[in-house]
């Protein structure tokens, strides 16, 4: 007869967690933040916390607690984790919500969208959608504002010259205006600020192009595009949720239904999404009250890496930190089981090292909070180091760096096969290389899983597209640099200013014998661009796919893919089997986004897989772990790298417009001093940019749960484009910093394997 164990008390859970972790789990009302280190187990904490509240607070589907993660598998994982808690206590899985913060303002906003500005029939952009609409809003703007345009034209000097001038045209209107909008539109409108708000800032702003009055165009003719095609984006939920809650008794009922908001991953959100959630959070009796909202917040400053990407900034929580410690309501989680102690202390000192040398300037990396390991009897002790923990190394260049790599992990896998281990790298080119030299020197020997090719292949159809519409209207400027754009991406041409090629198709492709003569690069490009052309006279429509998909050297996997787009294509289009038809085709399933490469992987442990190398940038690294984690190609010119001015667009100045237009605006949202030039903003957000850069670094070495080997080789390319080109490079500073502090750890390339 099965016997079924006896519920756990609500001390039972709660001795079983740790120092931080326990302050969460006792919360009972009111503010509270959380600061966590990397692997301290805040997903863990916060689970039971909320398992504890329910029980104590008797929730239920009328007064709920709401569960706020960055990302729907961490909502899923938090879900799970609440249920099985709730399990443990006897009690029923309810009086809780776990939500997106995108997926819970559209849940507000969607039940009053008559106070919102959206409807029933509004339709989430895509992608794909939301770049072509920015090009559209840039070719408006430009048609309705003629003179700054022509000052950006003109640029730091222009003599007038057509080609020239042409050519300017081509970067402004495919490169520099739609990165501005980009930026600038996701940095407003996430932080509160309409295009009106911009206008006015930008008069307080001094700079020769007008950033700000110049994004503010773009920024208002997107709102009215938006408007205009019943679309919305992401930001757009958020505004709606709280125009919703502006109502006194749409506000009063949330406020009611809402127990308690509970946000994990704090550091990322931005002041938009702050500001939802402390209207939900308040006490309906006394909502202007802060000290009575019953809001939870847990987070890492330290682990703020996507301000790059997004309005978030470590800023903010750091703010929130702060207001919560003089209130006596910081909680701080410093003890982490996840790494052995040689990475913890080598997490520990990258940290401070970075802080005292001051290599972001102005800008101060990291908050002073050290990982300590658990203590003695904790239930998830620090795992035992292989060998020394930390290895250092410095080879020869970076193919030697890849040899090395794979003796290593093949030595650890028959060693412990049912271990992890993975290569982090800084950007998907380097993956590729990574991966390529490692099948190139083990062969099938070694199980190797690119992440970045498995994304690569949910580009086939885009990539289809912009070949075939060149091949259809290869007069056409755009759809002529979009092919070469393809080809460069792919390293099939070499790469070049394209801007100077596409103002003339037709010189560019049969050039006469007048024209002057085009260099190497150049006949490369022509090469492949005719080609694709001789085969849209000699080939049915039905096959330039897969001669396209050829053409672009698609690995098996990726030309598994293109097949089952031809063959998606033969279903829509019938008996209809022109180019024309194709490409309407085409064009709506790159609209839709809805076609799935080949992949059999489990999406949800891919990552992670024992016995095999995932080859991952580190971003995407985050709230994952490995036995063992490898970090190569730790240079200067990589972290903190430097902000790049593309070559094209050198003639607007020694910055870029969106990074200043970006400095500026986060200078007025944390209420700091303007600049008085460009060049005071742009050396701005390069000091971001280092400070980030830095916070990813720790990121990456805290994956590490036995191992950490970390390289810096004597030689590595300038670029990835070309990773055949060495020369010598710097190693990123904290490297030859972290070799002095740990001497035992660095590693002779001729010595053994440590």
Request: charged letters at 20%; proline letters at 7%; glycine letters at 4%.
């Amino acid at each position: 007869m099965q016997t079924t164990s006896p519920p756990l008390s609500i001390d039972d859970l709660r001795a079983s967690l740790r120092p931080g972790q326990r302050e969460l789990a006792d919360w009972t009302g009111g503010p509270l933040a959380v600061a966590a280190v990397p692997g301290a187990g805040k997903s863990t904490g916060m689970a039971v916390a909320a398992a504890i509240a329910i029980a104590r607070q008797q929730l239920n589907a009328r007064r709920q607690l709401i569960v706020v993660t960055f990302t729907r598998s961490a909502a899923a994982n938090i879900k799970a984790k609440i249920r099985g808690y709730l399990k443990d206590l006897g009690l029923p899985q309810q009086g809780f919500q776990v939500y997106t913060l995108h997926g819970l303002a559209w849940a507000i906003a969607r039940t009053h969208l008559e106070l919102t500005e959206l409807n029933s029939d509004s339709v989430l952009v895509t992608v794909t959608q939301n770049h072509r609409l920015i090009r559209t809003c840039v070719e408006q703007w430009i048609a309705a504002n003629p003179r700054l345009y022509q000052r950006l034209l003109e640029g730091r000097q222009f003599d007038g010259e057509e080609t020239e001038r042409l050519r300017r045209q081509s970067v402004l209107r495919t490169e520099v205006l739609p990165e501005l909008a980009t930026t600038v539109i996701r940095e407003a409108k996430s932080s509160g600020l309409m295009p009106d708000d911009l206008q006015r800032l930008g008069q307080e702003m001094g700079d020769d192009y007008l950033v700000l009055a110049v994004a503010a165009g773009l920024y208002q003719t997107y709102q009215e595009q938006l408007r205009r095609r019943n679309w919305m984006d992401y930001d757009e939920m958020i505004l709606a949720a709280l125009r919703v809650l502006q109502d006194p008794t749409v506000r009063q009922y949330w406020q009611t239904q809402v127990f308690a908001v509970f946000e994990d991953e704090a550091q990322d959100s931005s002041p938009l999404q702050t500001r939802l959630l402390e209207i939900l959070a308040a006490d309906p009796t006394e909502p202007d009250n802060p000290a009575r909202a019953n809001l939870v917040r847990v987070g890492d400053s330290n682990q703020a890496i996507n301000s790059t990407f997004t309005p978030a900034d470590p800023i903010f929580f750091r703010e929130f930190c702060s207001q919560c410690d003089r209130q006596q309501r910081l909680a701080t989680m410093t003890q982490a089981g996840r790494s052995a102690p040689p990475i913890i202390q080598a997490a520990n000192f990258m940290l401070q090292w970075v802080n005292e040398s001051r290599l972001a300037k102005s800008e101060i990396p990291f908050e002073m909070q050290q990982i300590q390991p658990v203590g003695a009897n904790d239930p998830q002790p620090n795992p035992a180091p292989e060998s020394h923990g930390l290895t250092l190394v410095t080879p020869t260049d970076t193919y030697q760096t890849v040899e090395l790599i794979g003796q290593r992990v093949l030595q650890l896998f028959k060693k412990h096969p049912h271990h992890s281990a993975a290569v982090l790298v800084r950007t998907n080119e380097q993956g590729r290389f990574v991966a390529r030299e490692l099948r190139r020197w083990y062969g099938e020997a070694l199980s190797i899983y690119e992440v970045g090719q498995q994304e690569r292949q949910s580009h086939v159809p885009a990539e289809m597209l912009t070949l075939l519409q060149f091949c259809d209207r290869p007069h056409s400027p755009d759809y002529l640099k979009a092919a070469l754009m393809t080809l460069m991406e792919r390293k099939l041409i070499p790469t070049q200013d394209l801007n100077a090629l596409v103002p003339f198709p037709e010189q560019f492709l049969y050039p006469g014998p007048l024209d002057p003569p085009q260099t190497e690069p150049v006949l490369q490009a022509r090469y492949f661009c005719t080609s694709l052309l001789r085969a849209r006279l000699e080939l049915p429509a039905y096959q330039l796919i897969s001669f396209c998909a050829y053409t672009l050297g698609y690995d098996q996997s990726e030309l598994a893919t293109a097949d089952k787009l031809c063959d998606r294509m033969a279903q829509q289009t019938g008996h209809d089997n022109t180019l024309p038809a194709l490409l309407g085709v085409l064009q709506e399933i790159v609209n839709s986004e809805r076609f799935e490469a080949i992949d059999t992987e489990n999406t949800d442990d891919r990552y992670t897989q024992p016995g095999r190398l995932t080859i991952i940038t580190m971003h995407k690294a985050k709230g994952l772990d490995w036995d063992y984690v490898f970090l190569p190609f730790l240079h200067e010119n990589v972290i903190p790298g430097t902000q790049r001015i593309p070559l094209p667009a050198q003639f607007l100045g020694d910055f870029t417009l969106a990074a200043v237009a970006r400095a500026q605006i986060r200078a007025h949202l944390h209420q700091q001093p303007t600049f008085a030039d460009a060049l005071t903003a742009w050396e701005r957000a390069q000091n971001l940019k280092t400070a980030e850069e830095f916070r990813l670094l720790y990121v990456a070495m805290t994956r590490a749960k036995r191992l950490l080997w970390m390289s810096a080789a004597a030689k590595a390319p300038f670029t990835w484009n070309k990773p055949e080109n060495v020369d010598a490079r710097k190693p990123c500073p904290v490297f030859p910093a972290l070799q002095e502090r740990f001497p035992a750890s660095v590693l002779s390339c001729r010595g053994s394997f440590a």
